[in-house]
């Protein structure tokens, strides 16, 4: 049940104006917070979770990410199994 961490990142979004701003999700999983900005993009090392998103997403390990710096304005982090 994800309604406490949609919640939690509702607010977060809010309280930092991030609703048009650049996020990544590291985790993302199936994309279940893909809508709460319009500038996401998501990280997940299961490659078959790309049929769940409709934004982009990228194949990827935490500790490797294929970005530059600062090419995000926030990231969070918030469903991952260690």
Do not use: H
């Amino acid at each position: 049940d994800n309604r406490l961490e949609a919640e939690t990142l509702k607010n977060f979004v809010n309280k930092y104006n991030l609703k048009d701003k650049k996020v990544l999700e590291i985790g993302c999983g199936r994309g279940a917070f893909q809508d709460l900005v319009e500038d996401w993009t998501g990280v997940d090392i299961a490659s078959t979770l790309k049929s769940f998103i409709k934004k982009t997403f990228y194949e990827a390990e935490a500790e490797s990410l294929p970005f530059k710096d600062e090419t995000f304005d926030a990231i969070w982090t918030i469903t991952v199994l260690e």
